[in-house]
């Protein structure tokens, strides 16, 4: 009889710990679900943005074609990425597109000088940052789930649910070099 | 690399859960003393309610009430494009809703936060920090804050200050039940019992206070911690930490208040730049010394 307890016992506290962590799991995934889609927010928000800023400088930059061309080549291809890494990769492109947009248009005073060009680049730069801020939550969960999915005991309940690790979204350049100040001297 | 960050972080919540740990001893001790020697356990449970109530109360209105103090006006985007965009930005990276943020007029570099929870955090910066503060600089002070909303510290803050209450009401009561003659004494508490009830009345809220403080010194260490976790660069925040305590140093915020202070990012009185070692100072400081927060951040540099 007293076996019969113990017996009892142990399922009911291995059913409870099996419960917690798949509910550990679940919470986890939905949260890292969320902080993709807060990305997607931020990179649909580029997107808008792109078009009219390519028709304020369209007018000022005849000689500037490819530039152009190569930002908006760069938000379609960013537009249709299918995976992390490919999103990754592509709107790391079109972040260095733009990059190069706004270097020229350093060699037109009219266009620096247009109030509508100007709110552009400012909303482009905000919104750069904010990818990048929603980057970086979005990784603190996917570590924290692929910690958990690695880990013992909770990798056998991973296992068994078939929970997956989810990729990273990295960022090209070095993030150190992107935090420490640009000293800039006349 | 960030290991450091993560160890520091735990240990800095263990610590925080011990002292609240002996907090609740001292205090169900108290209890179960008085109402030993009162023969009534009623009194723990009414003290308990009471203290409850002013404070849950004082908790709910704690961010209007202390923005009124300070005389903190809400940032508007337009004109705070910066400090707004950035608060903005870390918010999402601490994955927290953004919180409110406020201006205070005022020419020494602080900053604070408060609201109940992170569904009412405001966050509220003095115009002499955004003067003397580089952008990485201010995102730390700015992380910092959001470390306090989001470990939740403004309700640790609360429930602590209730304990303190309750242990210094217990003690007040206790001493004048005993020199006015209430409570039946023939009741078990002989003439041994009585004196070390005396001391550890009159002994226990300065206990409770030192614990207090203790906590909001942790917190503030976890916050740092916590802040430079949020910005991945621990340097931002201690070269802030640095500026403020050379420019502040010695200098008394306008509206410095004994009732707020422990919410500030630096001590509202200017004596954190101070060599102030000696014991009674820094066991009734809510803030850990500057010095030691900058070695603190730097020890855990993220390379």
Not at chain 2, 113 to 129: D, F, I, Q, Y
Not at chain 2, 258 to 277: I, L, V, Y
């Given at each position: 009889m007293i076996l019969l307890y113990i017996l009892l016992g142990f399922v009911v506290v291995a059913g409870a710990w099996v419960a917690a962590s798949y509910n550990g799991f679940i919470r986890l995934r939905t949260r890292a679900e969320e902080a993709w889609s807060d990305i997607d927010v931020q990179l649909k928000r580029r997107y808008d943005l792109i078009p009219n800023l390519i028709d304020t400088v369209k007018g000022y930059m005849n000689h500037e074609r490819?530039?152009?061309?190569?930002?908006?080549?760069?938000?379609?291809?960013?537009?249709?990425?299918?995976?992390?890494?490919?999103?990754?990769?592509?709107?790391?492109?079109?972040?260095?597109?733009?990059?190069?947009?706004?270097?020229v248009s350093e060699s037109y005073p009219d266009l620096k000088a247009n109030e509508n060009f100007l709110e552009l680049q400012r909303e482009l730069t905000d919104t750069e940052n904010k990818i990048q801020a929603s980057r970086r939550f979005y990784n603190t969960n996917v570590r924290d789930l692929n910690i958990k999915i690695e880990s013992f005991p909770s990798n056998i309940i991973a296992g068994i649910f078939n929970f997956v690790k989810r990729e990273f979204f990295e960022l090209a350049e070095d993030e150190q070099a992107a935090k420490d100040p640009v000293k800039v001297s006349f | 690399m960030a290991a450091n960050l993560y160890k520091n972080q735990s240990e800095n919540i263990i610590k925080t859960?011990?002292?609240?740990?002996?907090?609740?001893?001292?205090?169900?001790?108290?209890?179960?003393?008085?109402?030993?020697?009162?023969?009534?356990?009623?009194?723990?449970?009414?003290?308990?309610?009471i203290s409850l109530l002013m404070n849950v109360f004082s908790y709910w209105n704690s961010a209007s009430l202390v923005l009124k103090i300070s005389g903190a006006k809400p940032a508007l985007k337009e004109e705070y494009y910066d400090l707004y965009t950035l608060t903005e930005n870390l918010s999402i990276t601490a994955g927290l809703p953004m919180p409110k943020l406020y201006?205070?007029?005022?020419?020494?570099?602080?900053?604070?936060?408060?609201?109940?929870?992170?569904?009412?955090?405001?966050?509220?910066?003095?115009?002499?920090?955004?003067e003397i503060l580089e952008k990485n600089e201010l995102e730390g002070v700015i992380a910092h804050e959001l470390a306090h909303i989001g470990n939740r510290d403004i309700l640790l803050q609360t429930v602590v200050v209730v304990l303190v209450g309750l242990v210094t009401m217990l003690g007040d009561f206790f001493l004048r039940a005993t020199f006015f003659g209430g409570g039946n004494r023939d009741n078990k508490a002989g003439g041994y019992l009585l004196i070390i009830g005396i001391i550890l009345m009159i002994l226990s809220p300065i206990i409770a206070t030192i614990i207090q403080l203790m906590i909001s010194r942790k917190r503030e260490f976890l916050a740092d911690s916590t802040g430079a976790l949020i910005t991945r660069y621990p340097e931002g925040l201690a070269s802030a930490?640095?500026?403020?305590?050379?420019?502040?140093?010695?200098?008394?915020?306008?509206?410095?208040?004994?009732?707020?202070?422990?919410?500030?990012?630096?001590?509202?009185?200017?004596?954190?730049?101070?060599?102030?070692?000696?014991?009674?100072?820094?066991?009734f400081a809510t803030h850990p010394p500057t010095e030691q927060r900058?070695?603190?951040l730097r020890g855990q540099r993220v390379e």
């Open positions: 490819e530039t152009l061309e190569s930002v908006t080549k760069a938000r379609t291809a960013a537009m249709g990425a299918g995976t992390v890494a490919d999103q990754a990769a592509s709107e790391n492109m079109l972040t260095d597109a733009l990059k190069s947009l706004f270097a | 859960w011990a002292l609240m740990s002996v907090f609740f001893v001292l205090v169900i001790f108290l209890g179960l003393f008085a109402s030993h020697y009162f023969g009534n356990p009623s009194i723990f449970y009414i003290a308990i309610a201006v205070i007029k005022e020419s020494v570099p602080n900053a604070f936060a408060t609201g109940r929870n992170k569904e009412h955090g405001v966050v509220a910066v003095t115009t002499g920090l955004l930490l640095e500026k403020i305590s050379g420019f502040s140093s010695g200098k008394k915020m306008e509206k410095a208040n004994h009732a707020t202070a422990h919410m500030f990012f630096a001590s509202p009185f200017g004596d954190h730049g101070k060599k102030h070692k000696s014991f009674m100072n820094k066991l900058i070695a603190k």
